[in-house]
Nanobody
Framework: QVQLVESGGGLVQVGGSLRLSCAAS????????MSWYRQAPGKQRELVAG???????NYAESVKGRFTVSRDNAANTLRLEMNSLKPEDTAVYYC???????????WGQGTQVTVSS
C-alpha cells in the first residue's frame, strides 16, 4: 500500500522559513510528477509547486522566488523550502504524487503551516 507522509509543518513568524518533506513508501509504479498543494480555511486546494522527472519545476505566482521544490528520486522524497513566509501562506500543505502515466494519484494527509504576524 502506498503512503505519503508529510512532515516539517509548524508555527513560524512572518519572514521566517520552514522546510516540508514528503516521504513516499510502498510500491509506486513509475512516478511522473510530485507536487505540493495547499488549502487554507474556506478556500479551494491550490497548486503550490511541482517537479517532474526531468527536474522541470513550476510554481504558483504567489510563491515564486520564495519557495523551492526539490526531490530525491532514489528515496522517493519531495521537499519544499519555504522562505520569507507571509500570513497568507497559512494553510494545510499536501503532497501529491502522480504515477503510472497519470493513472495513479496519491495524496498525503497534510501538514499544517501557520504564519503569525
Amino acid at each position: 500500500q502506498v503512503q505519503l507522509v508529510e512532515s516539517g509543518g509548524g508555527l513560524v513568524q512572518v519572514g521566517g522559513s520552514l522546510r516540508l518533506s514528503c516521504a513516499a513508501s510502498g510500491r509506486i509504479s513509475g512516478i511522473n510528477l510530485m507536487s505540493w498543494y495547499r488549502q487554507a480555511p474556506g478556500k479551494q486546494r491550490e497548486l503550490v509547486a511541482g517537479i517532474a522527472n526531468s527536474g522541470i519545476t513550476n510554481y504558483a505566482e504567489s510563491v515564486k522566488g520564495r519557495f523551492t521544490v526539490s526531490r530525491d528520486n532514489a528515496a522517493n522524497t519531495l521537499r519544499l523550502e519555504m522562505n520569507s513566509l507571509k500570513p497568507e501562506d497559512t494553510a494545510v500543505y499536501y503532497c501529491k504524487v502522480l504515477a503510472n502515466f497519470g493513472r495513479d494519484v496519491y495524496w498525503g494527509q497534510g501538514t499544517q503551516v501557520t504564519v503569525s504576524s
